[in-house]
């Protein structure tokens, strides 16, 4: 069975395999998850089943890795030591005297961060922590958050940013070799696609059946990052469609430039989120960012 969003067989079955892979015995491994050499057994068939691949050879005097198991191993390793890194680092940097705002790669590497450089200026005395993620929002280790989504849907305390404007840019170098002159000319050139489950950023298809075309389009290059998405426009690699509000430095400074004069309307809002309401440096900070962006 799926373990939520993602497409898990239950956590418990694989931290059990990894530890009886990891040490080639069902009962180091249950001596190291204080439970019964049993229970580990019954929780690696499990996933065996669940693969439908036999993840050890078992003998009369013990087990072997497969070449499935040992592959399973391995990925299961570095997703535990990534995560284990994370949790190391939210631990140490968090800090209750301080201030901690989750946002998005983009929205901190596009808006956050060079705004947090000129408060900084101002309340050098105030620690302010970004934890940066693309995976949800977590409220628990942070006082302040900037989400993209329908802010009405808020009970707490929070604040519209912007609604931005949704254009096609590219590189100038991109715009000078391809005439795109109207929404039918860019089935003729590469696009490059966002791919990232859970933002409900607007497509390319949705753009330009918003501006009114509904034909096909070229599939380009994909990826699951918007600042990725954003750094390859800039290399030349295709169109991107860009959020006025957080690409207006990348246009300043000519490093992209519009395609298209058409522009369409986000469906949804930037806004920011106070959960920390008992700290004055949380709400301080939260001040600062409304009245910064009014």
Known sequence: ????????????????????????????????????????????????????????????????????????????????????????????????????????????????????????????????????????????????SIRYGDASRERGTYHVLFRDRIMALASPEFVRQNKVEQLQDLPKIPLIHLDAPGTDWTGWQEWAAGLGYSGSLKSGHRVNNYTIALQAAQDDMGAVLGWEGLTAGLVRSCKLAKLLPQTLSAPLDFYVVLHNTSSDRAALVYKWLVEDSN
């Open 1 to 144: 069975m799926p373990y939520g969003p993602y497409d898990f067989p239950p956590l418990s079955s694989l931290i059990s395999f990894e530890a009886a892979a990891r040490h080639v015995s069902f009962k180091q491994a249950a001596s190291e998850l204080n439970v019964t050499p049993a229970a580990i057994s019954h929780q690696v068939k499990a996933l065996e089943v669940e693969l439908n691949c036999a993840l050890f050879q078992r003998h009369h005097r013990g087990v072997e890795l497969t070449e499935s198991g040992a592959y399973l191993l391995v990925a299961l390793q570095r997703g535990f030591e990534g995560i284990s890194e994370a949790l190391k680092q939210l631990r140490s940097q968090y800090d209750r005297s301080g201030v901690t705002i989750r946002s998005s790669t983009a929205v901190s590497s596009l808006w956050l961060t060079p705004r947090l450089a000129q408060f900084w200026k101002n309340f050098g005395h105030i620690s302010v922590t970004q934890v940066v993620t693309d995976l949800g929002y977590d409220t628990q280790k942070c006082d302040i």
